[in-house]
DNA sequence: ATCGGTTATCGCAGATGTACGATATATTCT
DNA sequence: AGAATATATCGTACATCTGCGATAACCGAT
């Protein structure tokens, strides 16, 4: 099938891309890891999870392309670190997102909806 | 591939499940519509989107599987709303996982990394 | 130039997601 | 009972994700 990501407003279209990055566990691991050890580490991301060397470099990838982490070549290993601006961009957009959902919710009960 | 989701912390597994519930750009329009309207629509939510009703129906199915909608039965017409406990969760979960990570990054920069 | 270590990419396989038409189910109305 | 409407589910088709081993590419050191 096509992605008729298209067919929604592009706002919505850049949010589900983001929430996509983090809709898995291991790339969550990553942003973890990769944010304790206060810069960027290599492959000792590799080490921290329980995947191969291939599927976290994938994981990787993905998250580069949603542009949460940057990476670049340094030396023999790759250095990988978390896109502070980007990440801040996400939360925004998220709270954004479901701020006024939240609003618009009956503000006490959440027994019955119809 | 079975799933690896349970080599990873539950709470990570159980984030990253919310996360990739709102991964796509229809679930987010039907949380939006649903929001909007204040209660719960049934059908109408199909109009609202460009897309088939046994589409919309599986998105439904999807985000109330992720707990973030709740559904019943009225009569001819099925009834959905925003579980306005669990949106409410799953921002703090995202907040809570997010935070820390900007926390931990550096105050200012986001020039270099390595 | 070669070796050794690190990372990216390829190819594959199985699972899951996305979308739709067709069909079943359930409920109201006549 | 039967028709009409609304929704869920089934089956199908194709796309994407996930994971891994194997291999290529890259770079520093010998």
Known sequence: MQAKTDLFP?????????AKALGHPARLAILQTLAERGACVCGEVVDELPLAQATVSQHLKALKAAGLVRGE?????SCYCVD???????????????APLLDALPPDDDADCC
Chains 1, 2 share one sequence.
């Not at 592009?10 to 983001?18: F, G, H, S, V």
């Not at 070549?73 to 290993?77: E, K, M, Q």
């Open 84 to 98: 502070g601006t980007a990440l801040r961009a996400l939360a925004d957009g998220l709270g954004g997102f479901l």
């Open 73 to 77: 070549v340094d030396g023999p290993r």
């Open 10 to 18: 592009p706002d919505l279209a850049r949010l589900a891309e983001a």
